[in-house]
């Protein structure tokens, strides 16, 4: 059998075929440029195979609502294009297949806890710090879903005393992402996070901010493993600061091998590397296809 993929970024659309344990078999990439023409392109390379289910992991915010009339579609994203965009009806009128659909950062999250660093693990929290920042949850083995997806990239974090940089999130200014994401670090230094590397004050200050966050999705989630992916965690010399800080901050208050001994097998990079979030929604495709079966029983 083969399934779908499509890792549905603001720069790119990845797209992949593969087997039921999500093995990649094929894939493309696309620019994201306008709706129609880069969905062309996406559903020009999958008619070439006979697809039992697809699988969409997407930048967002988005609805995942399945009860709402706007299940499928991109909502309030800033690429304006693709505002109210409705990706999931879109596939649905190339492809008469059950369609999974989630974020990127939930697809890739489901992808660590099936075949990357939290492969075993019932509950993990994958988070990437890239042009955005945004995590997903693994809870008891599902993904984590309320009202919506979590948005956990937005959440406020104490300023440092010596930051006076404004901050770039549009909705928030000084939100976590607002100050830490990878256009937070071009603005607030004048240069490109990957030609920072070796301003350590810079790293410092990024570490300072993403520990912030991570002691409250530990205390609020308390996930068994925490990944750190995206463009700015290539940047490996955050790790120890990350470590540093949050051990301050929780302040021996949560007293577990993992948060003391063993941190640095807690907070990972993916072990998946680039592929987890295409793997991902490789995966969402098939789990898609397992619960259409399951309802037609
Ligand atoms: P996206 O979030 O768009 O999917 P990335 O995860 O690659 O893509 O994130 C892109 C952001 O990460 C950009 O702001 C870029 O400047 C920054 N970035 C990419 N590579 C590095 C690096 N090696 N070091 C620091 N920042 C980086
Ligand atoms: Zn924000």
Not at 155 to 173: A, M, S
């Amino acid at each position: 059998m083969l399934f779908g993929g499509i890792e549905a970024g603001g720069t790119k659309f990845i797209c992949a075929v593969g087997d039921e344990k999500g093995n990649i078999v094929e894939r493309i990439s696309v620019s994201t440029t306008f709706p129609q023409e880069t969905m062309e392109q996406v559903i020009a390379f999958f008619k070439n195979y006979q697809l039992s289910a697809v699988g969409i992991g997407s930048f967002g915010p988005v609805d995942v609502n399945h009860d709402s009339p706007t299940y499928g579609n991109i909502t309030t994203t800033p690429k304006t294009a693709w505002r109210d965009y409705p990706l999931v009806s879109t596939i649905r009128e190339s492809f008469q297949v059950p369609i999974g659909f989630n974020t990127d950062v939930n697809a890739a999250a489901l992808g660590e806890a099936t075949l990357g660093a939290a492969k075993g693990l019932d509950s993990c929290l994958y988070i990437t710090v890239g042009t955005g920042i945004g995590a997903g949850a693994i809870m008891q083995g599902k993904l984590l879903q309320g009202l919506s997806h979590p948005e956990m990239g937005h959440i406020l974090v104490r300023r440092h005393e010596n930051d006076i940089y404004k901050g770039k999130c549009p909705y928030h200014h000084d939100c976590l992402e607002g100050l830490a994401a990878g256009p937070a670090l071009e603005e607030r230094w004048g240069e490109k996070g990957a030609s920072l590397q070796n301003k350590q004050e810079v790293w410092e200050l990024e570490g300072f901010y993403i520990a912030q966050a991570l002691m409250q999705y530990i205390l609020i989630l308390s996930p068994k493993k925490i990944i750190l992916g995206g463009g700015v965690m290539k940047q490996k010399q955050i790790f120890p600061i990350i470590n540093k800080y949050l051990q301050q901050f929780l302040n021996n208050y949560v007293v577990v091998p993992e948060l003391t001994s063993d941190i640095e097998q807690y907070i990972v990079s993916p072990g998946l590397g680039d592929n987890a979030g295409i793997t991902g929604s490789l995966l969402l495709a098939v789990q898609a296809y397992e619960d259409a079966v399951t309802r037609a029983k």
